[in-house]
């Protein structure tokens, strides 16, 4: 990144010197836009988790709506981090297109199966950053990466044990309600609502 053009009066002849002044940027180019695309990755869960949210209000299943409401407030933070990491790094925040979350959600298997298949793709995603922060060897991207890393692995296997507990309760969708009460918010320390 430049700095403006700043403009000093040089002692010897009063001559105007230009100088050009560049930031200490503590990230590179390429990582810079990896973490660019990946904020639209992570504005795109939240968009894609209101959506299981909404499907899950519509069926009248308020635990696990709330559950995913607050999913989707989860994703936009961790956008914000990112944003907020590009610009403490020197970095310049270019947010992409965010893609339409999918339509037409028909049952609560299809969207645990899409939170899932989603927190594996983010996954892929974070391992992709943290290689290229590694191959870099930028050590203060990778500790700003590992917390993401770490919160992958809580992400899938929530995903992955609450579409176990659809598709265990079939029809019988109350009981995943009485599941998420008791899990509580996953994010609050592991406390239980009460």
């Known amino acids: 990144m430049i700095l403006p053009v700043v403009h000093l009066n040089a002692f010897a002849g009063r001559k105007t010197v230009k100088v050009e002044m560049e930031t200490n940027m503590l990230i590179s180019k390429e990582l810079n836009e990896a973490m660019n695309k990946q904020i639209g990755s992570e504005l795109g869960a939240s968009n894609q988790y209101i959506k299981i949210a909404s499907f899950f209000e519509n069926e009248n299943l308020p635990e696990l709506s709330g559950f995913f409401f607050r999913q989707s407030d989860e994703e936009r933070v961790h956008a914000m981090k990112f944003v907020h990491y590009i610009l403490e790094a020197g ?23 899409m939170a899932l298949d989603w927190e594996m793709e983010v996954t892929k995603q974070i391992n992709g950053l943290m290689d290229l922060a590694i191959k870099q060897g930028d050590h203060i991207a990778q500790n700003f990466l590992r917390w993401f890393v770490d919160e992958q692995l809580e992400e899938v296997s929530t995903m992955d044990q609450m579409l176990g507990v659809v598709k265990r309760a079939g029809d019988q969708l109350l009981f995943v309600e009485q599941y998420v009460q008791r899990l509580g918010d996953p994010h609050a320390g592991g406390e239980a609502a009460a």
């Open 91 to 113: 970095g310049e925040v270019n947010i992409p297109q965010i893609a339409a979350a999918p339509a037409g959600i028909k049952s609560a298997e299809e969207a645990l199966q």
